[in-house]
C-alpha cells in the first residue's frame, strides 16, 4: 500500500509511466535501456514500475499499439475505405500527419523499432500491413487515371510515407506548425507532382 500512496503522490499512473517510458525508450534506445534507467527517469524504485507492468517489453509493446491504433483507426474510417482512391489516399495521409502529430514520442519509437524482438517483429507485421494499405490506394489511384502511370506503386507509397515519417526527425510541437498545416504541406508537395 506503501508504494501506491508513494506513486500516486509522484502522479504515477500506467499512461504516466508508459509517457515516460517512451521518452527514455527514444532517447537511449529500447535495448540500451534498463529497468533502472526507467525507476531513474520514473523516480521510483524498478518495484514501483512492477505494480504497472510486467517489464520493459509489455511497455514496449503498449508503446507501439499507441501508434499503430491510431494508424489503424485512420484505414477503418470509412473516409478511407469508399470513394475515388485519390481522395481517399489524401485522406488517410491527411490523417497519418495527425496522428503523428499527435502521437510523435510513440511514432518516433515505432519508427525506431528494427525486428529484435518478438513485440517489435510484431509492430513491424502490423506496419507491413498498414503499407499495403497504401500501396493498395496508390494502385487503384493510378488504374483510375487519378495519379501518373509512369510512377511504381510501391514506390510512390514508400516516398509518399517517408515525406510523412521524416516529420519525426525534425518536428517540435508548437515550433514546426500545426498537424494541418504540416498535412497541407505534405499533400500540396506530394499530391501536385503525383495527379496526371
Avoid: C
Amino acid at each position: 500500500m506503501a508504494t501506491t500512496s508513494r506513486q500516486r503522490k509522484r502522479g504515477h499512473d500506467p499512461e504516466s509511466v508508459l509517457s515516460i517510458a517512451v521518452g527514455v525508450f527514444n532517447e537511449r534506445g529500447f535495448d540500451g535501456t534498463s529497468m533502472e534507467d526507467l525507476a531513474r527517469a520514473l523516480g521510483v524504485t524498478k518495484s514501483a514500475i512492477y505494480y504497472h507492468v510486467p517489464g520493459k517489453e509489455q511497455l514496449l509493446a503498449r508503446a507501439l499499439d499507441r501508434a499503430l491504433d491510431g494508424l489503424f483507426e485512420v484505414v477503418a474510417d470509412e473516409r478511407a475505405t469508399t470513394g475515388p482512391a485519390i481522395e481517399r489516399l489524401q485522406w488517410v495521409v491527411r490523417h497519418s500527419v495527425r496522428i503523428l502529430v499527435d502521437r510523435l514520442p510513440y511514432v518516433t519509437l515505432l519508427l525506431r523499432v528494427r525486428g529484435n524482438s518478438t513485440t517489435e517483429q510484431q509492430a513491424l507485421d502490423r506496419r507491413r500491413e498498414f503499407d499495403r494499405f497504401i500501396a493498395h490506394l496508390v494502385k487503384e489511384a493510378a488504374a483510375d487515371g487519378q495519379i501518373r502511370p509512369d510512377l511504381d506503386p510501391a514506390l510512390v507509397t514508400r516516398l509518399l510515407f517517408g515525406t510523412v515519417n521524416s516529420i519525426t526527425e525534425w518536428y517540435q510541437p508548437g515550433r514546426g506548425g500545426t498537424a494541418d498545416e504540416l498535412a497541407d504541406a505534405v499533400l500540396k508537395m506530394t499530391f501536385d507532382g503525383l495527379r496526371v
